[in-house]
């Protein structure tokens, strides 16, 4: 079984930092490229950044020079550092990891956690 856990969520001010974790955790499986994904109220779910297993990125052009994705694959987490936030960054953000069992990979997500970014 696979499971993804989320953390680093709250309250902060715009202009404000936070760092969002997801630990991935599954025997069996061998964890691939992961990502960050968020929701707004109202809105779609739209991809912020990912990474894969080999460390490259890609980021949404919303938060390009202010966010950064990394990955500790010893711990199997992944990590969101978010600068200089702004209103429009606050949503429910969530953990996506690609989990591989023999030749097939699995998506999975994690139960997201809330940032939220005002005054």
């Known amino acids: 079984q696979v499971q993804l856990v989320e953390s680093g969520g709250g309250l902060v001010q715009p202009g404000g930092s936070l760092r969002l974790s997801c630990a991935a955790s599954g025997n069996g499986f061998s964890i691939g490229a992961m990502g960050w994904y968020r929701q707004a109220p109202g809105k779609q779910r739209e991809l912020v950044a990912d990474?894969?297993?080999?460390?490259?990125?890609n980021y949404a052009d919303a938060v390009k020079g202010r966010f950064t994705i990394s990955r500790d694959n010893a711990k199997n987490t992944v990590y969101l550092q978010m600068n200089s936030l702004k209103p429009e960054d606050t949503a429910v953000y969530l953990c996506?990891?690609?989990?591989?069992?023999?030749?097939?990979?699995?998506?999975?997500w994690g139960q997201g956690t809330q940032v939220t970014v005002a005054s």
């Open positions: 996506k990891g690609d989990a591989r069992r023999g030749f097939r990979t699995y998506n999975y």
């Open positions: 990474i894969t297993s080999a460390g490259i990125t």
